[in-house]
């Protein structure tokens, strides 16, 4: 019988005890730190464990994530050499693109100027461009890249999706490289980021990137925090060169009070809930790698340490 430990600071342990148990009626769950006897856990379900936590379990053979972002992870130095899964599932990816989907329309619709002119009892037609004139430039063309890219282009967006190597994706124009990525950018009204957080993509949201994207494009961040140089961004709001931000994540979470961010008109925040893990929808993913772990059967969704991701 398999053990597995489930830590996290957010996440609710019943609900995923709940639908793991439909899953898998035998597996041990425990909650940390609960733990009971550390030599007999053999997985661990989590998401940003405190370190040296994981290390503490002599018999860990599967480190199970429950965010698709694994960094707060590999900056654990103690984290144990067993295979770390991330979380690939329906869910996730589709609450991933559809706020993609709602950000870009948010701006090109004009929603919070109307939003304001409701308050004001004011009726006046702001007018908008047709999607099939905007531009949508997406970095990172992983799982949920190419989700959002899907999302996006049968609404008649000129989708244009941007990864460090080549990638094909049918019906999608992609570029790649440090050459397509200054294409990209040139030719995005709007700047999704969904890409993973590594060494080589933290901070590429920055003042460079931002000089070179349309008069008055938005930028959309949805990845991870370290991706945006804050400062860079706001300059490049109060200059005037940007349109806008929604912004899901940030370098500190939460997001300090008294931060500018809060109160600035062009920027639009939410909580860290641009992909969110239910778990009636991944609880599958969850199940399908204990299993295969218990049969010995190749693992999906494998992290290559190396690379971040």
Known sequence: MTTLLFVSPTDNSEAWRGEIAKRLPDLEFRV???AGDPAAIDCALVWKPP?????????LRLILSLG??????LADPTLPDVPLVRMVADGLTEDMAAYAVLQVLRWQRKVDAYTEQQRAGV???LGHRPASEVRVGILGLGVLGEAAARALTPLGFQVVGWSRSAKEIRGVETLHGEDGLVALAARSDFL???????DQTRGILNAKLFATLPQGAVVINAARGGHLVEADLLAALESGHL???SLDVFAEEPLPSGHPFWTHPKVHVTPHVAGITHPSRCADHIADAIRRAETGQPLLHVVERGRGY
Do not use: I
């Open 32 to 34: 940390w730190p609960d």
């Open 51 to 59: 370190p040296g936590v994981l290390a503490g379990l002599p018999n």
């Open 68 to 73: 698709a972002g694994v960094e707060p992870l």
């Open 123 to 125: 009726w006046k037609q």
């Open 192 to 198: 999704v980021c969904l890409l993973p957080l590594t």
């Open 243 to 245: 349109g806008g931000a």
